[in-house]
């Protein structure tokens, strides 16, 4: 009898587990009942790749690692654990060795960069009057209303983290760009694919939220890896 893999979603800077909520409901309908999000503190790379790390040790079968925008930073540095079967990257990071998710910004920087402001605690925000316009562009206003006041803020020195052994140089992985993308520049995401060896690649036109606006071809693209990965 073939086995899916659990799913465990991995979400980025200035959100959370919730942000994966209509990809969530998708991948339901699809007779998906083994899902995970992650909570991740957003504290350090270390602290976030452990987290998600426990929570996969926790399956007892394969789990598919999903990672969104910092979260792919995560699941790269995370997805060594050896029940790890795949890794799918929404609009993501995907670091090689000795390289940071600041690193590559600073390779393309992306058009919402001047969106972004430090407090006095080391925290980096997106300022709230800007966040529909940067981060998802091509959600509701109240939907990027909400996202700008739930949004939770990475430590900004997180940025500089670097990936020790990246995942993805061991296990299959999918990855989906986004061409309108304001967070990332779409050119890194074509680089950080284009080196993945990736199964697949595909491109929706959507924000950097498209797990959120494309929520459909999101899922599709995860269950599509998924059965990849069923034994």
Known sequence: MSVKP??????GFWGGAAHWAKVIVELSRKGYTDLHAVELPLTSLAEDAERTKKMVLQQEGPVLLVGHSYGGA???????QPNV???VYIAAFA???GESPGGITQEH????APNLVPDSDGFLWIKPDKFHESFC????????LVMAVTQKAP???????TISVPAWKNKPSWYQISSEDRMIAPENEKRMSARLGANKVITLAASHASLASKPVEVAALIDEAANATTK
């Open 137 to 144: 562009q091509d959600l509701t206003e109240d939907e990027g």
């Open 6 to 11: 659990t799913i465990v979603l991995v979400h």
């Open 95 to 97: 670091p090689d060795a």
């Open 109 to 112: 920087l992306p058009v919402a």
């Open 155 to 161: 430590l900004a020195s997180t940025f500089g983290n």
């Open 85 to 87: 079967v795949g890794l």
């Open 74 to 80: 995560v699941i790269t540095e995370a997805g060594n």
